[in-house]
């Protein structure tokens, strides 16, 4: 199966999910959001076509990263594809991170004509979703671009039937000693 992508697999990011990530930017996107910071990856005939098979490989090979995060474009418009890496990923103990503009309900009600969707969401961990709306834009919201995306547990909210929020900042510090490099 081939996959029309924007780059090559990103490696070492720090600000597409928590931790030590790669990303794989797919191609395609229909939301168009004003001052999208990534346009370029709007058209479905733009970027490349990759075999599956041969990303898979480029994930196992990963070294440093803790998870592999979906963006674009927008992932969902190549959901069976994105399906197929993401359980991979899972396989090789990577958790999984979507960006999409989609919300997660417009998602829930595409996927009762397109049964891929759900099933690339069953491998989600967490999904950021929604369009990025630049009057919402704010640089204090962690790992989103504007104020009216959410970061959703995806197993928890399919489970419950409701979407279950991702509390980013409600992480605790850490009680072990730190330890301090002079």
């Keep these: 199966m081939l996959i029309r992508l924007a780059s090559k697999l990103q490696q070492n990011s720090i600000v597409d999910g928590e931790g030590i ?40 090979s990963l070294d440093d990263e803790v998870g ?27 958790n999984v991170w979507c960006y999409t503009g989609y919300t997660y309900e417009q998602l829930l009600k595409k996927s009762e ?7 690339f969401l069953k491998e989600i961990d967490i999904l950021v979703d929604g369009r990025f709306v630049e009057k919402l834009k704010s640089y204090e919201v962690k790992f989103r671009g504007s104020k009216n995306q959410r970061i959703i547990k995806v197993p928890e909210s399919l489970r419950e039937g409701k979407v279950v929020i991702y509390d980013i900042d409600a992480k605790k510090p850490s009680k072990k000693k ?5």
Aim: charged share 25%; aromatic share 8%.
């Design 21 to 60: 990530r790669a990303v794989i930017w797919t191609q395609g996107c229909p939301h168009h959001c004003h001052n999208c910071q990534n346009e370029e990856t709007w058209d479905y005939q733009g970027g490349f076509l990759e075999d599956v098979e041969d990303l898979k490989k480029e994930i196992n």
């Design 68 to 94: 592999v995060t979906f963006s674009g474009g927008d992932p969902m418009e190549q959901a069976e594809a994105c399906c197929i890496l993401a359980k991979y990923c899972h396989s090789v103990h990577l």
């Design 113 to 119: 004509t397109d049964s891929h969707i759900m099933d």
């Design 178 to 182: 730190q330890e301090v490099y002079l």
